[in-house]
């Protein structure tokens, strides 16, 4: 880890605790942690940075943890089982904090492009884009008027119903390393279809992350089309 990395690190873990301590005492936030609350306190008002190893294990352990169950308490079903995740998609802020979390904890390789599908995919894709200091794109259901080349994917679903992705085709490069992320995966048709393009485009696969998996299915199925980190913030059945 050079010395920009080990920055860049140590405010991510203080901008995790930062948020924790939005709904928790510094007593709270030290059970929640494991760490000393001075030290704690410390941290969150920025007279101390905390060192590279505490700095790794509150973003990549605490904070995965932590942030799984806030995401938790933001989400509702209904009673057919669609779940309601507008308290977190459009929570820009919140999302920021998720991309640091998810690249720490699934160690997905640095991508050129975050792909994803418009629209509840953006604000995690814009997100993610801006940790990994990457472009992003979003494939959408129907095609832009003013473009001309388009990379589509297409898959008749078990209903009966065809699902149709278009990706401009100068999105992504050939040989660009591409992570595929989305709010939610359940069936991971959407999943599969994000990484046919990615592959249509031959571009290569840094792996696939989504805020919230329902059942694996979804997850084994993007898992059996790449070798590259699969993974979801959390998980219901």
């Given at each position: 880890m050079n010395r920009a990395e080990k920055a860049?690190?140590?405010?991510?873990a203080v901008a995790v605790l930062r948020t924790l301590k939005e709904?928790?005492?510094?007593?709270?936030l030290a059970e929640v942690t494991g760490l000393p609350a001075g030290?704690?306190?410390r941290y969150v008002n920025g007279h101390v940075l905390p060192g590279a190893e505490r700095a790794q294990e509150v973003v990549g352990g605490i904070g995965r943890e932590t942030l799984a169950a806030e995401l938790e308490a933001r989400i509702g079903f209904d009673?057919?089982?669609?779940?309601?995740?507008?308290?977190?998609v459009f929570d820009q802020p919140f999302l920021d904090l998720v991309a640091p979390v998810a690249a720490e904890a699934f160690d997905f390789d640095t991508p050129d492009v975050v792909l994803t599908a418009a629209t509840d995919g953006i604000t995690l894709g814009a997100a993610m884009a801006s940790h990994?200091?990457?472009?992003?794109?979003?494939?959408?259901k129907s095609k832009e008027t003013a473009v001309e080349e388009f990379i589509e994917s297409r898959q008749r679903l078990a209903s009966g119903i065809e699902l149709?992705?278009?990706l401009p085709a100068g999105a992504i490069d050939a040989g660009e390393s591409v992570l595929v992320v989305d709010d939610l995966i359940r069936s991971g048709e959407t999943q599969e279809l994000l990484l046919d393009i990615a592959l249509?485009?031959?571009?290569?696969?840094a792996g696939v992350f989504a805020l919230i998996a329902v059942g694996d299915e979804g997850i084994d199925r993007a898992s059996e089309i790449?070798?590259?980190?699969?993974?979801?913030?959390?998980?219901?059945?």
């Open positions: 860049a690190l140590q405010l991510q709904t928790r005492t510094y007593d709270e030290d704690l306190n009673e057919e089982g669609y779940v309601d995740n507008s308290g977190v990994f200091d990457a472009r992003v794109a979003y494939a959408k149709t992705y278009y249509q485009a031959d571009a290569n696969v790449t070798d590259a980190p699969v993974g979801a913030l959390t998980r219901f059945e």
